[in-house]
């Protein structure tokens, strides 16, 4: 398994969900449109939950790596 994609994994239900699914020992791939700002999310994370495998970077990417992708975003940011 590659891993779990969350699209908008840093804010609240993304990173809550995020951090879930590390704790049980899923590969997590944190997606955001700001690439830096998904890179600090997941290191925070990393460090929270040490044995976590964790990653940011920008949605695609997120996207492309990941075997599921959960989209936690709020509906109006759907087109962006």
Do not use: N
């Not at 779990?4 to 990173?15: C, F, R, S, V, Y």
């Not at 975003?73 to 962006?80: C, E, G, M, R």
């Amino acid at each position: 398994m590659t891993g779990i994609a969350i699209l908008g994994g840093t804010g609240a239900l993304g990173g809550a969900l995020a951090l879930r699914l590390a704790k049980a020992g899923h590969e997590i791939w944190i997606g955001s449109r700001d690439p830096a700002k998904a890179e600090a999310f997941a290191a925070g994370l990393s460090t929270a939950v040490p044995h976590a495998q964790v990653q940011g970077c920008d949605l695609e990417t997120c996207a492309q790596r990941a075997e599921l992708c959960v989209i936690a975003v709020p509906y109006a940011a759907h087109v962006d």
